[in-house]
């Protein structure tokens, strides 16, 4: 019978039938003692067959070597760039994720960070909780329409493509995207446009990351390509923080560039207290809660705990990764 150590407490009730099998599942007490250490993930890691990570958890060669029994690592996210699969191919070790079960939930977090940015919605309730608002006013926190607004789609999988129609939906958006491959589901169903990046920028009023975080992706938003955005333009990203070059973005917001700027992911993940990013007013940063609904939740730990089962009794994983 297997061990299997999951880094952070998921729906327990997805344990069961690997418990009924025999198998010995660990669960880091997270909620008590905070998130895992280096070192104790290396050494809880150490003789188990299977591992249930977090985007947080970093899996490379040092944790790798240390773990010979490790068949299988099962990842609690649709990304995986914390992990390196370099390192899990050479080893035969089989890597799954949760794609799909989140995509609804990712797309709609996208949405309200949207339409809270464009109305600000946040600095209104702020401006109530603390008392300071005298009574309505036709000029009081004016936000920005996003009827008829030209909506950029950076990375246009799954959950590019369910926000890219909310907006086509909600706002009669004109779809740009930006995509290795075309998308000609996008092109009939939203009469979507295929872009280079500095068209998409250059002719968007709302620019959406969806991309997973790689060599090609990494700073992709950088003093360059942000100035190519027009000067009110909202950026959202619930991709990863790495996406954007995070010290350009101050620079240019600090030049007035930008209407505002809605963040699910930050580098690093929390940002630190002193972090300039949140003293400006129109940037809104959320604790990476983009598949954060009870049903996403309890069908990615249902997910990671099938895909590990599977792959213990030799069978194929639902989810794996593609090397
Ligand atoms: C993921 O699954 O990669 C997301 O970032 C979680 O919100």
């Given at each position: 019978m297997a061990k299997i150590f999951c880094t952070k407490t998921i729906t327990e009730s997805s344990f069961k039938s690997l418990e009924q099998k025999g198998h010995e599942i660990v669960t880091w007490d997270d909620l008590n003692k905070g998130p895992i250490d280096r070192q104790t993930l290396i050494s809880s890691a150490k003789d188990c067959e299977g591992l249930i990570t977090m985007l947080s958890d970093k899996i490379d060669e040092e944790l790798l070597e240390q773990c010979p029994n490790l068949k299988v690592i099962s990842q609690y996210a649709v990304g995986y760039n914390n992990i390196d699969t370099a390192a899990t191919k050479k080893r035969g070790i089989v890597v799954t994720n949760t794609p799909d079960v989140l995509t609804h939930a990712t797309a709609e977090l996208a949405f309200a960070l949207l339409i809270s940015c464009a109305r600000k919605i946040v600095q209104a309730a702020k401006n109530v909780e603390e008392d300071k608002w005298k009574g309505w006013e036709p000029k009081g926190f004016l936000g920005k329409s996003l009827k008829d607004t030209t909506v950029g789609i950076i990375g246009a999988g799954r959950i590019g493509s369910s926000f890219a129609k909310m907006c086509h939906g909600a706002f009669d958006s004109n779809i740009l995207y930006y995509s290795r491959t075309k998308k000609p589901d996008l092109e009939s169903d939203l009469d979507a446009k295929k872009a280079d990046l500095k068209e998409l920028l250059q002719n968007s009023d709302v620019i959406s990351l969806h991309c997973p975080l790689s060599d090609e992706t990494k700073l992709l938003l950088d003093k360059e390509t942000l100035s190519y955005c027009k000067k009110d333009a909202i950026i959202i990203n619930t991709a990863r923080g790495e996406v954007i070059n995070q010290d350009d973005l101050i620079e240019l917001l600090e030049q007035g560039h930008f209407h505002s700027i809605g963040m699910d992911v930050t580098t690093p993940e929390p940002l630190p207290h002193s972090s300039k990013l949140k003293s400006f007013e129109n940037v809104l940063i959320i604790?990476?809660?983009?598949?954060?609904t009870e049903t996403a939740r309890k069908d990615m730990s249902d997910l990671v705990c099938k895909n590990i089962e599977n792959v213990l009794e030799n069978l194929s994983p639902l989810t794996p990764i593609t090397y």
């Open positions: 604790p990476h809660i983009g598949s954060a």
